[in-house]
């Protein structure tokens, strides 16, 4: 009897249903990964800069029972990647820099390796630059500060995976050195410089750089799981994540970023063409760009200890989803794929209970 009340359940979500809202199928998706436990944190859904649904699941602090609402701020990880490539691409539309400048020009101690590493290889992960394979490989351990040069330091040395523009490979140190070539160019501290030239134009006051000793009100605790119980993530210096994970924000902001990607608010028309210019490999300035699965798409998925995060953009349709997660093993993106999917008015199965 069980089993085929279960059966009658998924039938019924493939069913069309116009007396459910989109905001009441929304709801019971998302009540269902929460109810399960796989799931805490805000998700918001947009089309043509207008909400059409947001809403907190779960608990921004387990241990005082605060729930997470939709002015929560959650550590957005690889997220903060959109913002450097926007950074640099303001810095050369005003001069500072050239895309296709060698980082040596602004980081003195590059090792000949690095000769023909250029910015943009670093923007487009074709550096070259080897991933970080372990934690032993930050030289202080995870629970201390570092500099941007002290980050750079610990991976100065090693050789390169591939030399610069033959193949593409994810790395974060990439953007640790863009964090710094933005100090750089700039003349302020990366966090300063995020601030001044895209949170503050944006009105973008619930999103920062993370920090671990600042009181940041409405900031969500973030977890992991312990076997069948949640437990604190694992402590981090969130110097680490630096300009390629370090900054946290909120959906609502979230959605005065994509807003202000369809104007010309931060960068020049001209500008803001080179930012969604799709790549021979898939990724730009932050974003993958593709039209796997019939439409055009700009995302990006990120985690930290404690953090889940992602970000998509459909342009055609002027659609927004984001799911932002204090439970570092939520799965974000499928959660964001789905309901994209049913904002298109498509079906999707239904989180079933084990």
Not at 260 to 278: G, I
Request: charged share 20%.
């Amino acid at each position: 009897m069980k089993k085929s009340l279960s059966a009658l359940l998924i039938i019924f979500w493939f069913i069309p249903c116009h007396a459910q809202s989109f905001a009441t199928r929304l709801d019971k998706y998302l009540t269902a990964y929460a109810q399960e436990g796989k799931f805490m944190g805000a998700v918001l859904v947009a089309r043509d800069g207008r909400v059409l649904f947001e809403k907190g699941y779960g608990l921004a602090d387990l241990a005082w029972d605060v729930p997470v609402t939709p002015r929560t701020k959650f550590n957005i990880a690889s997220l903060t990647k959109q913002f450097t490539g926007m950074a640099v691409l303001q810095l050369a539309e005003v001069g500072k820099l050239k895309l296709n400048d060698a980082v040596s020009k602004y980081y003195k101690d590059a090792p000949k390796a690095w000769a023909q590493i250029t910015i943009y290889h670093l923007l487009s992960h074709t550096s070259g630059l080897p991933e970080l394979k372990s934690l032993d490989e930050f030289t202080k351990g995870i629970a201390q500060p570092y500099t941007p040069l002290e980050l750079i330091a610990t991976f100065r040395d090693k050789p390169l995976d591939f030399p610069p523009s033959t193949k593409w490979a994810y790395s974060n140190r990439g953007y640790y050195l863009l964090g710094y070539i933005i100090e750089q160019a700039s003349g302020q501290k990366y966090a300063d410089y995020i601030e001044q030239h895209i949170f503050a134009p944006l009105g973008m006051k619930d999103s920062g750089y993370d920090s671990n000793v600042a009181v940041i009100k409405y900031r969500a605790n973030g977890y992991a799981v312990d076997g069948q119980r949640l437990r604190y993530a694992d402590y981090v210096d969130w110097s680490l994540p630096y300009a390629a994970g370090g900054i946290y924000s909120t959906i609502e902001d979230l959605l005065r970023w994509d807003r202000a990607l369809y104007r010309e608010k931060l960068l020049s028309r001209k500008w803001l063409d080179r930012l969604f210019t799709p790549d021979p490999n898939g990724y730009n300035y932050g974003w993958f760009i593709d039209n796997k699965g019939g439409r055009f798409k700009i995302y990006h998925e990120g985690s930290n200890p404690g953090f889940a995060a992602f970000i998509v953009r459909y342009p055609a349709d002027r659609t927004f989803v984001v799911v932002l997660s204090n439970l570092e093993t939520a799965p974000v993106r499928q959660i964001a794929y789905d309901l994209a999917a049913l904002s298109f008015g498509e079906t999707v199965t239904m989180p079933q209970r084990k």
